[in-house]
C-alpha cells in the first residue's frame, strides 16, 4: 500500500524558512517523478516545485529563488526548502507521486498527472 506523509510545517514569521519533508512508503522513490503542491483557502491547488528521476527540477515563477526541492533515494523521502518566506506561500503543502513518464514544463503543474498524495502540512506565514 501506498502512503506518503508530510511534515515540516508550522508558523512563522515574514523572511524566516522552513524545510518540508515527505517520507513515501510502498514503492521507491528513485524512478519516481515528485511534486510540491499547495492549497489556500477557497483557491485551486497549485503546482509549486517537481523533481524528476533524473533529478531535473522545475519549479512556479512565484517561488524561484526561494524554494528549492530536492529528494534523499536513500531515505525515500522528498524535501521542500523554503526561503524567505512571505504571507502568501500560507497553504496547505502536500506532496505527491507520478510513476509515469516525466512531465515538462509547465505539465507539472497538473495534479491531474499524480496518482498518489500525502494528506499535507500547514505553512502559515505572518507579516
Known amino acids: 500500500q501506498v502512503h506518503l506523509v508530510e511534515s515540516g510545517g508550522g508558523s512563522v514569521q515574514a523572511g524566516d524558512s522552513l524545510r518540508l519533508s515527505c517520507v513515501l512508503s510502498?514503492?521507491?522513490?528513485?524512478?519516481?517523478?515528485m511534486a510540491w503542491f499547495r492549497q489556500a483557502p477557497g483557491e485551486e491547488r497549485e503546482g509549486v516545485a517537481s523533481?524528476?528521476?533524473?533529478?531535473?527540477?522545475n519549479y512556479a515563477d512565484s517561488v524561484k529563488g526561494r524554494f528549492f526541492i530536492s529528494k534523499d533515494n536513500g531515505k525515500n523521502t522528498l524535501y521542500l526548502q523554503m526561503n524567505g518566506l512571505k504571507p502568501e506561500d500560507t497553504a496547505i503543502y502536500h506532496c505527491?507521486?507520478?510513476?509515469?513518464?516525466?512531465?515538462?514544463?509547465?505539465?507539472?503543474?497538473?495534479?491531474?498527472?499524480?496518482?498518489?498524495w500525502g494528506q499535507g502540512t500547514q505553512v502559515t506565514v505572518s507579516s
Open positions: 505527491a507521486a507520478r510513476r509515469g513518464s516525466a512531465l515538462y514544463g509547465a505539465e507539472f503543474r497538473n495534479p491531474t498527472y499524480y496518482l498518489n
Open positions: 510502498g514503492f521507491p522513490i528513485s524512478p519516481a517523478y
Open positions: 523533481i524528476g528521476s533524473d533529478g531535473a527540477t
